[in-house]
């Protein structure tokens, strides 16, 4: 884990906690996700969302890799590979080739966008918001010398950095659930879009199963808000009807986390898997990444970063980073096993032609 400057991490914990901090002392989440409150949380969500990747970044890659995101557990598959083929997944569905001019919408540090390019040839652009993303996102660019197909912009997905009409094809994983509705980036996402080109995402939703009403579900899906810095977690058909309103012509659309769609694809461990010490692959190599991303694997960390905060080896900030993300893994876990949540509420668009 590298240590960027002390100042940005403690300033990022104190301007997070700060959002989130409505209402806890009641326990009540009821109270605690009120409209006025998620509203607050809606008007704030750029800043709040730079504050979270300042103090996530770290441990996202020391447990997880440079792919921020979930995938389908194919059992017998490695973890990297079950990542990597989520990827391509959506290379493949977009038609990628070489010469094609994409965007990766809130790219992280560009797992996907470095494994899109290697898989298609074609050209992948990164946007982020997040400075320390985009210098590292940069950095790997440049050591796995892919220079000539990557690059990455610093821009705001609810005003996107380019002009109308610029890219043959865009995907998100896993980041348009940052704004505060989905219409706003899908919309933007419309206008950079070519005339004819396709737009494919990965939706972070609730399901048809999650009662509102239910105070445990309605903790759950709190602590995936708050724990992943999201304003609001929308049903699946609200992002459906989202896509549609800004113009696209939805070609797909189905969750990938639905154990019936996925009965034809042979044996899976669960998405949520890595975050519960369920294994979709066993060797040793695989142990030692599933244990760092495992509920004991994490409290672990959790104790460490404390001590090295606490003796001044670790900046102001890591300790509320890591309480941070074991929020976001109970909810995440939680929910994953009501399925009342997805992170890959997949779905194909495609911008009419006239
Ligand atoms: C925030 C969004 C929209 C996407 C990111 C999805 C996942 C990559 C993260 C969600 C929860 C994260 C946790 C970790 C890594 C990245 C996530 C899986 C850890 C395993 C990192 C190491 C810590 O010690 C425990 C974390 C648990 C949650």
């Not at 997805?342 to 495609?350: E, V």
């Amino acid at each position: 884990m590298s240590a960027p400057a002390a100042p940005r991490k403690a300033v990022a914990a104190e301007g997070y906690q700060a959002l989130w901090s409505h209402n806890k002392d009641t326990g009540d989440v009821f109270k605690q996700t009120s409209d006025d409150i998620k509203e607050e949380r809606k008007a704030a969500a750029p800043v709040m969302t730079n504050y979270y990747y300042d103090l996530a970044t770290d441990l996202y890659e020391y447990g997880w890799g440079t792919s921020f995101h979930f995938a389908r557990m194919f059992t017998g598959s490695s973890f990297a590979s079950n990542i990597a083929r989520h990827e391509d997944y959506l290379a493949l569905k977009l038609g990628l080739k070489p010469g094609m001019r994409v965007l990766d919408v809130g790219c992280g540090v560009g797992g996907p966008l470095r494994e899109i390019a290697k898989f298609s040839g074609a050209t992948v652009v990164g946007l982020n918001n997040n400075q320390y993303q985009v210098e590292r996102c940069k950095m790997y660019n440049k050591k796995f010398g892919l220079e000539a197909i990557t690059d990455v912009v610093k821009g705001n997905f609810l005003e996107i950095p380019f002009p109308d009409n610029t890219f043959d094809a865009i995907y998100s994983i896993e980041a348009t659930c940052h704004a505060p509705h989905p219409s706003q980036v899908y919309g933007e996402i419309f206008r950079v879009l070519k005339p004819g080109g396709k737009y494919a995402c990965y939706e972070w939703c609730t399901t048809a199963k999650y009662d509102e009403n239910d105070r445990e579900q309605r903790l759950a899906i709190h602590q995936i808000e708050e724990g992943d810095s999201i304003p609001h977690l929308y049903r699946t058909y609200e992002s459906l009807a989202a896509v549609r309103s800004v113009g696209f012509d939805v070609i797909e659309e189905y969750d990938l986390a639905d154990p019936e769609f996925n009965k034809p694809w042979g044996a899976q461990t669960p998405w949520y898997g890595p975050l519960a010490g369920i294994m979709a692959n066993y060797s040793v190599d695989e142990f030692l990444r599933y244990f760092r991303s495992s509920k004991i694997g994490g409290t672990i960390t959790d104790v460490f970063v404390s001590v090295m905060e606490f003796v001044g080896l670790a900046p102001k900030g890591t300790k509320a980073a890591s309480q941070t993300l074991i929020t976001a893994s109970e909810g995440l876990v939680y929910s994953g096993k009501k399925e009342t949540f997805t992170p890959m509420y997949f779905f194909l668009g495609k911008k009419p032609e006239a």
